[in-house]
């Protein structure tokens, strides 16, 4: 029997109690008791089969099982504790019988490391943030003055609030808005002129993958490159690795770009000191690390072939759609051609009330999205990502049918026919994706 759909908000005729293990539903002068694995279950099996008949646009999730292997016995090992490396009597704590498996994520580390040209590499951060968070505490105490991408100027927004708030002196890039980029000019003028003891580049907001060596020539300064969106493309050699460009540390969250779990890595061009402050912290604030999400992350790396098929047609697939939905006279910003592309559309509507409207009517239409604060000053919109349906089968030549399917729900909301073109091009994409 089913569970019945509750909205768990008092309204005079619902009330939702969760006692112990008890889930007590109130429903009028009757009750029906569940247990609460019963009704998650519930919820986890609604929600996977309501995904599978959604057209999923948001492009910083992805389907990170969907032609992945995911082998059942990661799940009994997957709450062990396993040390990064082997450990020995000088230690103080060790748990016996984890050495084959540490020996397995040096194997990992090393494939990672050679393919992403670096010297080191730690994968205990749990996301992108937590780096983020990391990194903030590490240098606390050796650097003040850091020079950042602005959530104006295409950079996660909440980066600079956490820099500032543990007592960093912030400065952020010019931005050139014209081009919906960083202007590279300006911010050499400004490292002429100032000296900073760390920048960070975090490109989670663009458009297009810009090369920062110019940088290079007017700064000393510790140097680190956040790769999240733009890591298969990087790793696959398609992108300019960040390390060629000058950056001293490349770091990334796996489930964005890179089809993988929500974990995040930390990767050095060097062994050096400020390597060694950043493990130090990491030690400090980490214990457990995940490592069945290790595994997996060596898994997915290790396909190569697979991950520069799809790695191209992130991109291939953004670009085309963004031609589409332009030709169907939806407001796209679109984005430079000389410049390698990332895999973000942007809804220019710049009205925050028909921007959570239009959001809503794709949402409604079987569409998800993200509604946004966009950056470069063209306010409210909305974000579209290529990836999932990407993993999920589709192809350049879907995506004027996608356009039309959209276009459709946009400008005139969800329909019974809008219903049935999701089902017919979700079929044909899954089909092809089975063969």
Known sequence: ???????????????????????????????????????????????????????????????ADRGTSNPDYLDKITNLYVPEMSRGKQDKLIFSGRTELTNSIQLIYQEWMQK????????????????????????????????????????????????????????????????HEIDLDK????????????????????????????????????????????LSNIIVGDYKNPFDMGFDLCLGTMHKNFPGPQKAFMASRELNEQWEIITR??????????????????????????????????????????????????????????????????????????AFEKYNQLLDGNIETNYRLLPYS???GIRIGTMPMTLRGMLPQDTENLANIISSIYLDGATDHSSQAIRDFLCQIDKRKEI
């Open 1 to 63: 029997m089913g569970l019945p759909r509750i909205n768990p908000i008092y309204n005079g005729r619902f009330v939702l109690l969760l006692l112990k293990h008890t889930l007590a539903i109130h429903i009028a002068e009757r009750r029906v008791y569940v247990s609460l694995k019963d009704y998650l279950l519930s919820e986890l099996k609604s929600y996977s089969e309501k995904a599978d008949q959604k057209i999923c646009l948001s492009p910083t999730e992805n389907f």
């Open 116 to 179: 992403l040209n670096a010297k080191a590499i730690t994968m205990k951060p749990l996301s992108g943030l937590h780096s983020h968070t990391l990194l903030a505490l590490a240098f606390r105490n050796k650097f003040k003055k850091v020079l950042l991408v602005s959530e104006s100027g295409g950079g996660h927004y909440l980066t600079e609030n956490l820099f500032s708030n543990l007592g960093y002196e912030v400065m952020t890039m010019p931005v050139d808005y014209d081009n």
């Open 187 to 230: 911010t050499c003028e400004l490292l002429k002129n100032n000296n900073f003891d760390m920048i960070f580049v975090d490109q989670s907001e663009s458009l297009n993958y810009m090369d920062f060596s110019p940088i290079f020539k007017f700064t000393d300064a510790y140097t680190i490159f956040d790769a999240s969106h733009y």
């Open 281 to 354: 912290a990491i030690s400090m604030h980490v214990s457990s690390f995940h490592f069945a999400d290790i595994f997996k992350a060596g898994m997915l790396i290790s396909d190569e072939t697979a991950l520069k098929h799809n790695a191209r047609l992130y991109m291939e697939n953004a670009i085309s759609l963004e031609k589409a939905l332009k030709k169907n006279g939806i407001p796209v910003v679109e984005r430079r051609n000389d410049q390698p592309s990332s895999y973000f559309i942007f809804l220019n509507i710049n009205d925050q009330d028909i």
């Open 378 to 380: 063209l306010g409210y």
